[in-house]
Each structure stands twice: as structure tokens, then as C-alpha cells.
């Protein structure tokens, strides 16, 4: 038996730990807010981040929208989240945007999910376009919360949302999406983290 857990051992010295050994996972406390109206996605998403770190939750969704110039015609700004969430809840958040559609990379979303999730205990905001879980219409854009994590690498990642029109849109309040269906619906869309 010790010459078993021994050979073990140094072949696992010589080979490496595989990278699929150890499985990640983290979830953040969130509460999810239900849109307003059919437009108020991103201060609704805005609010359950805000929920995440302590901060800013009495402001009312109008409130936010017009702070981040949320509009019935153009919704609101990646950007523009990112710049609000830095205001109210401190620490510099940043924005990316995707203007291809063409954006599939599963190992940038978890570099920018661990970091955001993991080591510095605050979601991201994701900005999503086509027809996103609950939604049937290819040109949806929409913003939901992600607040957690699990799984061993990069692409197999299951990510949990908090999704804005939960409620009033559709059921799906709480949802998990695997890590290639979540980049493919941020193709065209940004990531707040």
C-alpha cells in the first residue's frame, strides 16, 4: 500500500496535477430587482450589484436611470453602469465592450470573473444581446447580474445571473448558464466588472 501511495505521489511530481483536479466556485449574496419598465434592465442590474456590495440600494431604479441616461429608444450604457458603479460603490469599475459578434473567449470572461468574483467579492455586469434564457426575440440587449461561479476550467464553467426581467418578463429570477452559451449572448454586448 505505501509503495501504491508513494508511486502515486512521484508520478504525480514528474505529470503535474492535472488542471481539471480542483473545482472553483463562489457565490456572492445578491438581491435581484425586477425592471420597472421594459427598458430599465440596466438600472435594475445596476441595484442588484449595488446589493452585492452594500451600497446604494435605496436609490430608486428612475433614479439610476437617469443618472446613466437610460432612454426607451437605447436602454442603457455598459459604460455608463461601470462609471456609476464606481461612484457608489467606490474601487474603479471597468467596462468592455464587444462590438463583434464574434466574441467566444471563455478564458477572458473567467480572468475577468475570478478577479472580479473571487478576489474582490463584487459581481459582474454583463451586457447581453440575442435571445438570452426567458427571451425568444434574436435582437434582445439586456443586462444581467452575475454573482457566482463553479467548475474546474475556464470552459466549463457554470456562471449564475440575477436577471432583471425575471418577474415580469419571464420566471427565470435566479439562472445559471454554462461558460460558451454565456460569451456567445456577450458577442455584441460588454462586460462590467
Given amino acids: 500500500m505505501k509503495k501504491i501511495i508513494i508511486s502515486m505521489m512521484v508520478a504525480l511530481l514528474i505529470f503535474g496535477i492535472p488542471k481539471t483536479a480542483f473545482a472553483e466556485s463562489k457565490k456572492l ?4 430587482y425586477t425592471q420597472e419598465t421594459g427598458y430599465y434592465c440596466g ?45 457608489l460603490a467606490g474601487k474603479g469599475w471597468y467596462a468592455a465592450t464587444f462590438p463583434s459578434s464574434y466574441y ?16 474582490q467579492s463584487r459581481p459582474m455586469v454583463a451586457g447581453v444581446y440575442g435571445a438570452f434564457p426567458g427571451f425568444t426575440s434574436p435582437d434582445t440587449r439586456h443586462f444581467v447580474t452575475i454573482y457566482g461561479f ?44
Fill in 29 to 32: 449574496p445578491i438581491t435581484q
Fill in 104 to 119: 467566444r473567449d471563455v478564458n477572458d470572461l473567467w480572468t475577468r470573473a475570478r478577479g472580479s468574483i473571487k478576489y
Fill in 43 to 87: 438600472p435594475a442590474a445596476l441595484k442588484s450589484a449595488l446589493s452585492t456590495v452594500g451600497r446604494g440600494t435605496w436609490y430608486t431604479q428612475g433614479t439610476l436611470a437617469s443618472w446613466l441616461g437610460t432612454t426607451s429608444r437605447d436602454g442603457s450604457s455598459g459604460t455608463r453602469i461601470a462609471q456609476e458603479l464606481t461612484n
Fill in 150 to 193: 463553479s467548475g474546474t476550467t475556464a470552459s466549463n464553467m457554470t456562471y449564475y445571473y440575477a436577471d432583471p426581467a425575471g418577474g415580469r418578463n419571464h420566471n427565470i429570477k435566479y439562472g445559471e448558464i454554462k461558460a460558451d452559451r454565456l460569451a456567445y449572448f456577450i458577442a455584441d454586448g460588454s462586460i462590467i466588472w
